[in-house]
């Protein structure tokens, strides 16, 4: 059973910066990619970003891109997302997740193990 655990969630003002974490269990977490995915009040679960197994090929959501990063440290199991420049259209409950494989993809039903998620609130 793996368990993920985010946190650095809060409430920041538009333009501002947060960095959410999530810290995984068992000794599996290398072999596997990892994503980051994003819930708002009425609206469907969406992709925000994912990493591979390696960390060496990441992909993020049109609405992210070049604001958000996604890390990996496959020492400490830990996956990371640094987001910048925050619009309140970010506000939403983040979630991270693991893939059923190495490469990271943007579909929520190809993730088989979830956090419980941490809430980003983006005043403006």
């Known amino acids: 059973q793996v368990q993920l655990v985010e946190s650095g969630g809060g409430l920041v003002q538009a333009g501002g910066s947060l960095r959410l974490s999530c810290a995984a269990s068992?000794?599996?977490?290398?072999?596997?990619?990892m994503g980051w995915f994003r819930q708002a009040p009425g609206k469907e679960r969406e992709f925000v970003a994912a990493i591979s197994w390696s960390g060496g090929s990441t992909y993020y959501a049109d609405s992210v891109k070049g604001r958000f990063t996604i890390s990996r440290d496959n020492a400490k199991n830990t996956v990371s997302l640094q987001m910048n420049s925050l619009k309140p259209e970010d506000t939403a409950v983040y979630y991270c997740?693991?893939?059923?494989?190495?490469?990271?993809?943007?579909?929520?039903?190809?993730?088989?193990?979830w956090g419980q998620g941490t809430q980003v609130t983006v005043s403006s």
């Open positions: 068992g000794r599996t977490f290398s072999l596997y990619a």
């Open positions: 997740a693991r893939d059923r494989v190495p490469y990271g993809r943007a579909q929520p039903r190809e993730y088989d193990y």
